[in-house]
């Protein structure tokens, strides 16, 4: 799959029809939303979301994502990391997808529903993958605030507790990615990572907006849980 959407080259700019009854920010958002490649190059690929062009970067990168795999999608809902997985691992592998929120079913997917961070939830995504993860997702983000240092220190907690998960589920050679906001204070969770995967990498894929602070954390080659 191309790492890159088509139609990427500069064009004419379409602008919102009518902006009665929206805020500022709300057409400042639709606009740039009719405007985005990623966007125009979901809807052709049939990707529920512009974010699935992250990961197959992130893969076309660092080569993620094998034939036969066990991945787990935390928070997965829309479904477009789901669906980039499916179609990489093929139909010996296996994807799990969970989220809080009801999610659309993804063929070739177990799509579940529930926190992944409850004991019992946990224990639905280990059975129905048959084993132990090879890959675990988390593209989780809680919604901003605005302000700047509350919204890192937020997506912070998100992503380490997807590495608590990760530990507990990941065999050995598994990898890891999460989303986090670069703000300084990740130093602990990079602590952990230096110290349970053979690899970390920080990236940015080109489909992440360079006005965005967003980054990804990925922890390759697993030590092993109970280090």
């Avoid at 490649?37 to 049939?46: I, L, N, S, T």
């Amino acid at each position: 799959m191309a790492s890159r959407p088509p139609g990427t080259g500069r064009g004419m700019t379409t602008r919102l029809k009518t902006a009665e009854g929206r805020s500022t920010a709300s057409q400042r958002w639709l606009t740039r939303q009719l405007n985005d490649p990623y966007v125009k190059a979901a809807k052709e690929r049939g990707f529920r979301s512009r974010a699935a062009f992250k990961l197959t970067e992130m893969d076309a990168r660092l080569h993620l994502l094998k034939t036969g795999m066990r991945v787990v999608d935390l928070g997965a809902a829309p479904g477009g990391w789901t669906q980039v997985a499916v179609q990489a691992v093929g139909p010996r592998g296996q994807v799990v997808a969970i989220d809080i929120l009801p999610m659309d079913p993804v063929a070739g997917a177990t799509v579940l529903q529930g926190d992944f961070q409850e004991e019992e939830a946990e224990q639905r995504v280990i059975a129905a993958m048959g084993g132990r993860a090879d890959l675990v997702l988390s593209d989780m983000a809680p919604n901003t605030t605005g302000h700047q240092a509350t919204d890192h220190l937020r997506i912070m907690a998100l992503a380490e507790l997807a590495l608590d998960f990760a530990r507990r589920v990941l065999a050995p050679g598994g990898a890891f990615v999460a989303k986090v906001l670069q703000g300084g204070t990740e130093a602990e969770m990079l602590a952990v990572l230096k110290r349970d995967f053979a690899t970390v990498k920080h990236v940015k894929p080109p489909a992440s907006r360079k006005d965005s602070a967003e980054m990804y954390v990925v922890g390759m080659g697993f030590r092993g849980a109970g280090l």
